[in-house]
C-alpha cells in the first residue's frame, strides 16, 4: 500500500496516527531502514511495515526488492561476515508513503496499490484515543476471523477469472467489500486496468526526476538546505538546477517550455547509484518523445530537450 501526497499534506501524521494506532502491536515502523534491518525487524514476526518518507535512496532497492519477494513469495538471503547467510522468508503487507512515487521498476508498481492523500483544506483528523482504536482494532480481527472461508473463496474466484495483476491485488479487498455490502461488485475501479509500464527512457527521467536534491549553492530560496525531488525544485525554481544538469527552460521561436538535460552532468550527480550509472544515457534521453538536441549557453551545445508540459503530466500538481 502507498500512499502518496505533498509536504505537508498530512502522510507522516495519517501513518502516526491512523494506521500505527489502529495496527497497534501488529504494525512495525521503520521509516529509514536498510533491507538486512527491516529483515530483523519482521523475521518471523508477521508484523505490518510502515515505512515513512520512503523517498528515493540507494538502500531502498533492496527493501523494494524485499517487498516484491513478500507479495510473489520467495526467500531473501543475506550475506553476513561469517562462512553462513541469513535467510528470511517474507510474507507481510508493507505501508511505504512519500512525496514521489520511489517504487523503481513495473514490477514492483504492479504489485502495489497507489492512494494519493488530498489537502483536507482544513478539517482536522480527531483522534479518539489508543482505547477506542484498540476496539476497532479487536473488532476487525475477529470479524475477519470469522468470515476467512467465505473471504478466500470470493477472493479466489475473483483471480481465477482475470490474469490482471492489480485486479489480484485488490480481490481481497473486493470481497471484503462484497461481504459487507451483500452484493457483488460488478465494476472495478478504473485504475486496475491502468499500467505503469513505460519505455526505458521514461524510467530514466522518472528516476532523475524522482531523485532528491538540493538547489545550486549561492540560490536562496526555501530549498536552500533540505533536499527535495529534482522535480520538484524546477517547479519552483527553474533554474535552480543548472549546475546539475537540469535547466526549465523557455525558447523563444514556440514560446514553450522545456526542460533541458546535459547527460554527463546528470550523470554525475543524479545517477550514481543506479543501474544508469554505466550506461551511455544520452541515447536514452534522445528517444524520448518530442526530445530534439539544442545548444545550451549553461549546459552546453549538447543538451537535450524535452517539453515541460510532458513533464506536468507524469508529475501533475496535486
Known amino acids: 500500500m502507498y500512499i502518496m501526497a505533498k509536504r505537508g499534506y498530512g502522510k507522516s ?7 500505527e494506532k489502529f495496527f497497534g502491536g501488529l504494525a512495525v515502523r521503520l521509516d529509514k531502514t ?12 508477521g508484523k505490518i511495515p510502515l515505512l515513512d518518507d520512503f523517498e528515493k535512496d540507494r538502500r531502498n532497492a533492496e ?6 519477494i513478500a507479495n510473489q513469495g520467495g526467500k531473501k538471503n543475506l550475506g553476513r561476515y561469517n562462512s553462513s547467510n541469513l535467510t528470511f522468508d517474507i510474507k507481510h503487507m508493507f505501508y511505504f508513503n ?24 482544513g478539517n482536522k483528523f480527531k483522534y479518539r484515543g489508543d482505547e477506542e482504536f484498540g476496539r476497532l482494532l479487536a473488532r476487525s480481527v475477529a470479524t475477519i476471523i470469522k468470515n476467512w472461508e467465505a473471504i478466500e473463496k470470493r477472493a479466489a474466484g475473483i483471480r481465477s477469472a482475470s490474469d490482471n495483476r492489480n485486479i489480484h491485488n485488490i480481490a481481497y479487498c473486493v470481497a471484503l467489500l ?10 472495478f475501479p478504473e485504475f486496475v486496468y491502468s499500467s505503469e509500464e513505460s519505455e526505458d527512457e521514461i524510467k530514466l527521467l522518472r528516476t532523475i526526476l524522482e531523485t532528491l536534491t538540493v538547489l545550486d549553492s549561492g540560490t536562496s530560496d526555501r530549498f536552500s538546505y533540505d533536499k527535495f525531488p529534482a522535480v520538484e525544485i524546477l517547479k519552483d525554481h527553474p533554474h535552480g538546477l543548472v549546475d546539475k544538469g537540469l535547466d526549465r527552460t523557455t525558447i523563444r521561436e514556440t514560446e514553450k517550455e522545456y ?9 554525475r550527480n543524479f545517477l550514481g547509484d543506479t543501474e544508469y550509472r554505466f550506461q551511455d544515457i544520452r541515447e536514452y534521453l ?4 518530442g526530445s530534439f538536441t539544442r545548444r545550451h549557453t549553461k549546459l552546453g551545445i549538447n543538451a537535450i530537450y524535452f517539453p515541460w508540459e510532458e513533464v506536468m503530466k507524469m508529475f501533475p500538481d496535486e
Open 63 to 68: 527493501v523494494i526488492n524485499s517487498m516484491k
Open 13 to 19: 501524521f495519517f501513518f502516526k496516527y491512523a494506521l
Open 286 to 289: 534522445r528517444n524520448l518523445p
Open 178 to 187: 462484497e461481504i459487507v455490502s451483500e452484493k457483488q461488485i460488478e465494476e
Open 98 to 121: 512519500s512525496i514521489l512515487n520511489s517504487l523503481t521498476d513495473a514490477a514492483a508498481r504492479s504489485r502495489s496499490l497507489i492512494f494519493r492523500l488530498k489537502n483536507s483544506s
Open 259 to 267: 526542460l533541458a538535460i546535459s547527460a554527463s552532468r546528470v550523470k
Open 34 to 45: 536498510s533491507a538486512y534491518a527491516l529483515g530483523n525487524a519482521i523475521n518471523g514476526s
